[in-house]
Nanobody
Framework: VQLVESGGGLVQAGGSLRLSCVAS????????MGWYRQAPGKQRALVAL????????NYADSVKGRFTISRDNAKNTMYLQMNNLKPEDTAVYYC??????????WGQGTQVTVSS
């Protein structure tokens, strides 16, 4: 499974961005997908997860009510809609996938910078 993120960039506080993650390869084996982020000097942390079919989602407390995770299985694509962005949301955002064999996959990351 290969994952490629896009959609990062520079935005002012209060603005919005939508990240995309396109999966390729053995996509039929993917179960859970999600987004993690890593700010400078900090560990990589969970942002949001979504199960197959999008029936179940989970969010970090810091993004609840502002971020929305979704997936389009027909397009092998996952999204993260980020609204009301804050400077503390600045980080490299990574796409994540877990397959049925409990193998983890990561994208290369996309930078999100929120200016105050």
């Amino acid at each position: 499974v290969q994952l490629v993120e896009s959609g990062g960039g520079l935005v002012q506080a209060g603005g919005s961005l939508r990240l995309s993650c396109v999966a390729s390869g053995s996509t039929f084996s993917i179960n859970t997908m999600g987004w993690y982020r890593q700010a400078p000097g900090k560990q990589r942390a969970l942002v949001a997860l979504i199960t197959t079919g999008g029936r179940s989602t989970n969010y970090a407390d810091s993004v609840k009510g502002r971020f929305t995770i979704s997936r389009d299985n027909a397009k092998n694509t996952m999204y993260l809609q980020m609204n009301n962005l804050k400077p503390e949301d600045t980080a490299v955002y990574y796409c994540y996938a877990l397959d049925r064999r409990i193998m983890n996959y990561w994208g290369q990351g996309t930078q999100v910078t929120v200016s105050s």
